[in-house]
């Protein structure tokens, strides 16, 4: 904020300068993250879901029980099923948790909650969230770095950038990361440990920008053993390693095996008590837990909740205006949705696991297509997303909780362009309004609301701020179609909350439900092929 | 005519519609703040036989809508002064009514008489919860950002919502509104309405609107005399005494008229007697436990409450009020008369005038706090109030002030249930509200105050331009 003196000649007054500019520098991430904190301190009496529940089992089970029954132990219904790190990240958790209640820590204490409890568990997902911070910083410092620049904005001065927040390229990353609303809707209200987890994956991505592979590798593999959901990211991440690190100008054996030693090495540390007592197949059999259905209760807003929505729209019109019976199938179709277990498609083709890896890897193709074309840090990270998206969209059992996977890399690159700007608005806004049901109760109603409209406005003006140029048509605006999309999330919450309760939620309870989820699948879909297109463009 | 150097910097991207946006953007952080710590349990929660502040509030919801008026503020057959009599003016009556009628659709049960008492539900919760943050959003939260639009108008767009974010948000009025339960940003609101229409030189909207205040709760008086002083000296000039005669004849009429209006019910001798009686009730003491005050810092040395009788306290507590308000009386007529004389009876209004305003409310408004009878801790919301007004004035004196106000937090007590959690959220809401306003961008505010005024010809290498020749409204009055 200090202005630019009109002596900048002395040398006296321009170190002086220099220092103050340091000393706010610091103070504006400092500032936001502390904000942010505080926020997070406010919303621990919220309600918790039943992940409140599995996280504790888990601090019981790996502080009481030894290494060998941590994926055996099966007295609670939420049974261990994170890889072994993660399991270790709860035992460091537990000795700590024991400071404040150790009624906590008993495996057969099921759905023990204590007011220490509760601020123990919110605090270790505040305090362990830190990392995000700390990787965020990193990352948005490095993304913008003189020699590393990715912005395509040469009409802004970067005199200019730094002195004041709204023109701070750098600062307004780091606030779209941490202040991401489908972050705080999740950890720390519907509790879950998403935040260091990102932290974890902003870290190694950090690594690779700042030309250290072999790092971000190691951090890779390392994130890959917290929480085995990470895989999304594995192609882009294998295929760039394979590329740019180890046949780099011809082949390169020593660097080959040595990254194939390091993610050994991770691996074997996190697994080999496991192989040691041979319990390989269980714990696989924990992480991996077939047989659940292809989409989740509330459908995630991908390609299976149109195929869904048009196998009930068929049942609908075949027993309507066919006459043919569908007692059966009908009973599903009154009450909207179906139970996802037991879930099958009547008129469509049924859908196996197979299938949808097929599909999956077919769209994975342009993401890795992009980085074979480019080495550029700006294609890695597209290609990041791309594949976390097209697991996101073509996935089996996907959670609508994994769209946070899609938009803390975007967002990456919202300032990147006007394109990827407005790819990032839309998708942050309908992809964490479609967490709305995850906070379904009365009380966290205004809260998301609260968050999301917040976090959008103050997006939009950034956005708009950032991307301010003389040029009309190069700045930032959304397409009059895109805002009309976004705007309609409003009467479709105002429906949601006032009307579908009181005159529909006796005949068709999961209405609400599905139209929220067709609603952001089109929106999600729209990002997802314009994602692509940037892909394609990219020279 | 040249633009401000800040304007030209925002032109582009501020413009009307992002400038719309910033206060939308702002409003919805202060929305959501607000909800954030209304989620917390209340004062008196779950806490028989008396509950708290929040019982007390829904109490009044429950006698206004199923009692009569007449017997509003007397002891009845069904009504129990003794448990949560009303005493605060009508106004508060009249919300608690409105209020009372929209919770009886939404949960009749919260409403009934007798059985309701203690009523505690999270529905109900949340309905009561949400009438804190709508009277807000309808008064307070207005009342800043018009203040701001009018006090600060020549400053930057961020300068003006730090100023905002600043004034909206102190903590102690969040954690004394939202998290131990009270409408304080209601009578705060219209008080902080009547000081802006003073400084645009609308007197007959302020004492209006002061009115209103004085009728939702009874310690606005503490601003009385400032406004009283102001509207007298700048009205009087023995050099046209037919017209200053009129003048104040008009805000004689604008201001009984509104408490007539405010008063319908009550205007029989006895009902008005006895809601004074309800709303003066001076034999609580002489001050309430632990008051960051005079009498309570004196009382370590000589113990007043057994030297001498309730009357004679009561009058020694009048006499020290009154000298210390006396104190502004004089700077205030030095600098209302200087301006008349220098306008001529043009209606404009200096800088230094409105600061002089702004002063003499934090004058009068401490000297009751420190010195009058029987103050209540929460009090010390009014003080505050005007200081916090001068954000981007006096940086440093406003901070500081706003830290001492912290020890406010020590007399909420922590409810029963989660007391830990209590205290996290108190650390939290000024940790978050430091970090928003005072650590980061109002430390550099406070270097440079003065605005940057178009036409203030002294080039910008000055420090600080002479603050009276900063003309800064020119907003005609009605008169």
Redesign the interface.
């Given at each position: 904020m200090t202005s630019k003196s009109p002596n900048k000649g002395v040398k006296q007054t321009k170190s002086s300068t220099t220092t103050t500019t340091n000393y706010d520098h610091y103070f504006r991430y400092l500032n936001l993250a502390v904000l942010c904190t505080a926020l997070k301190l406010l919303l621990i009496p919220t309600y918790t879901s039943t992940d409140f529940e599995v996280h504790r089992n888990w601090l019981a089970i790996t502080s009481s029980l030894p290494v060998s029954k941590w994926y055996i132990e099966a007295t609670s219904i939420w049974t261990l099923d994170y890889p072994p790190f993660f399991a270790w990240f709860e035992y460091t958790l537990s000795l700590f948790a024991r400071l404040f209640d150790e009624k906590m820590l008993v495996v057969s204490n099921l759905n023990y909650i204590s007011e220490r409890t509760l601020i123990f568990q919110r605090l270790s997902v505040i305090i362990t969230d830190l990392l995000f911070y700390i990787s965020s910083y990193l990352l948005s410092q490095s993304l913008f770095s003189s020699n590393n620049n990715t912005n395509n904005n040469s009409n802004n001065n970067n005199q200019q950038e730094s002195t004041s927040f709204y023109k701070d390229s750098k600062f307004i990353v780091f606030a779209i990361l941490i202040c991401n609303p489908g972050l705080l809707m999740v950890d720390h209200i519907h509790f879950q440990y998403n935040g260091f987890l990102k932290g974890i994956m902003l870290l190694s991505i950090y690594f690779m920008s700042t030309n250290r592979p072999l790092l971000g590798g190691l951090v890779f593999a390392i994130l890959l053993n917290f929480k085995h959901i990470y895989m999304y990211l594995a192609p882009a991440y294998f295929t760039y390693l394979l590329l740019y690190y180890c046949i780099a100008r011809g082949i390169n054996f020593m660097k080959f095996i040595g990254l194939g030693v390091t993610v050994l090495v991770v691996f074997s540390v996190s697994l080999g008590p496991f192989i040691y007592y041979g319990q390989i197949p269980q714990l696989l059999s924990r992480l991996f837990p077939f047989g659940r259905g292809l989409t989740h209760a509330y459908w995630a807003p991908n390609f299976w909740a149109f195929y869904n929505f048009v196998d009930r729209v068929a049942i609908m019109v075949k027993s309507k205006y066919f006459g043919i019976d569908m007692s059966a199938e009908a009973g599903m179709l009154t009450s909207g949705l179906v139970d996802s277990d037991t879930q099958a498609h009547v008129i469509l083709p049924a859908i196996t696991p197979l299938i949808t890896l097929l599909i999956t890897i077919i769209s994975l193709l342009p993401s890795l297509y992009g980085i074979i074309k480019s080495n550029k840090l700006r294609v890695f990270i597209l290609g990041v997303t791309q594949c976390c998206f097209s697991f996101f969209m073509f996935g089996w059992h996907v959670h609508e909780k994994a769209i946070i996977m899609v938009t803390i890399p975007l967002g990456l690159l919202a300032l990147d362009s006007i394109e990827l700007a407005r790819i990032y608005f839309v998708l942050s806004t309908i992809g964490h309004y479609s967490l709305f049901p995850l906070l379904f109760q009365s009380t966290e109603i205004p809260i998301r609301i609260a968050i999301l409209l917040t976090y959008t406005l103050a997006l939009y003006l950034a956005l708009q701020s950032k991307l301010d140029n003389n040029d009309q048509s190069k700045r930032f605006s959304l397409t009059r179609l895109e805002l009309l999309y976004v705007i309609g999330i409003i009467p479709l919450e105002i429906f949601n909350i006032f009307i579908h309760p009181v005159y529909l939620a006796a005949r068709l309870p999961f209405l609400s439900l599905m139209l929220t989820s067709i609603y952001c699948s089109v929106g999600v879909l729209y990002c997802y092929i314009q994602i692509m297109i940037q892909i394609f463009k990219t020279k | 005519m040249s633009v401000p150097e800040d304007l030209k910097y925002h032109s582009?991207?501020?413009n009307k519609r992002?400038e719309t946006?910033?206060w939308?953007?702002l409003i919805?952080?202060s929305?959501?703040?607000r909800?954030?710590?209304s989620?917390?349990?209340y004062s008196g929660h779950a806490k028989p036989p008396m509950f708290g502040d929040y019982e007390a509030q829904r109490h009044w919801m429950e006698i206004t809508t199923k009692l009569p008026t007449s017997e509003w503020y007397f002891n009845t057959t069904n009504n129990d002064l003794q448990y949560w009599g009303l005493d605060y003016p009508p106004l508060t009556a009249y919300s608690s009514w409105l209020f009372g009628k929209i919770g009886e659709k939404v949960e009749p049960e919260s409403m009934a008489l007798y059985t309701s008492r203690g009523y505690e539900s999270?529905?109900s919760k949340?309905f009561m919860r949400?009438t804190v943050i709508v009277s807000d959003l309808l008064i307070w939260l207005p009342a800043v950002l018009f203040f701001v639009q009018t006090f600060y108008k020549e400053q930057s767009l961020?300068k003006r919502s730090i100023a905002f974010i600043f004034i909206s948000m102190q903590p102690s009025l969040l954690l004394i509104d939202h998290g131990h339960f009270q409408y304080n940003g209601i009578s705060l609101g219209f008080a902080l309405f009547g000081i802006t229409f003073i400084l645009r030189n609308q007197q007959l909207l302020a004492s209006l609107f002061f009115v209103l205040s004085l009728n939702y709760k009874q310690m606005s008086l503490y601003y009385s005399p400032a406004f009283f002083f102001y509207l007298l000296f700048t009205n009087l000039s023995f050099s046209n005494i037919f017209k200053s005669i009129l003048n104040i004849a008009k805000i004689g009429i604008v201001v009984i008229t509104t408490f007539i209006i405010c008063w319908i019910p009550f205007l029989s001798l006895e009902q008005a007697s006895q809601v004074l009686f309800r709303l003066f009730p001076v034999a609580r003491g002489l001050f309430e436990d632990k008051v960051a005050n005079f009498w309570c810092v004196a009382s370590t040395v000589i113990n007043f409450k057994t030297k001498f009788s309730p009357e004679q306290l009561l009058k020694l507590c009048t006499l020290t009020t009154l000298a210390a308000i006396s104190i502004i009386v004089y700077p205030l007529i030095k600098k209302c008369w200087s301006a008349n004389l220098k306008s001529n009876w043009k209606v404009v209004m200096y800088r230094s005038q409105q600061l002089m305003f702004i002063y003499s409310l934090i004058i009068s408004a401490f000297a009751f706090f420190l010195f009058s009878f029987q103050v209540h801790e929460k009090t010390i919301l009014l003080p505050l109030l005007p200081v916090s007004l001068l954000v981007l004035e006096s940086g440093y004196i406003t901070i500081i002030l706003m830290l001492v106000s912290h020890y406010l937090f020590e007399f909420i007590e922590p409810p029963v249930?989660?007391p830990?959690?209590f205290h996290?959220?108190v650390?939290?809401?000024s940790?978050?509200y430091f970090?928003?306003t005072v650590?980061?961008?109002a430390?550099?505010l406070s270097k440079k105050c003065v605005p940057k005024n178009a036409r203030c010809s002294s080039p910008p290498t000055k420090p600080r331009c002479r603050p009276d020749y900063n003309l800064v409204t020119f907003i005609s009055d009605p008169n």
């Open positions: - | 582009p991207i501020f992002g946006l910033v939308l953007l919805s952080l929305v959501l703040i909800y954030a710590i989620i917390h349990p999270k529905s949340l949400s961020l249930h989660l830990a959690l996290l959220l650390a939290s809401i940790f978050g970090c928003l650590l980061g961008p430390r550099c």
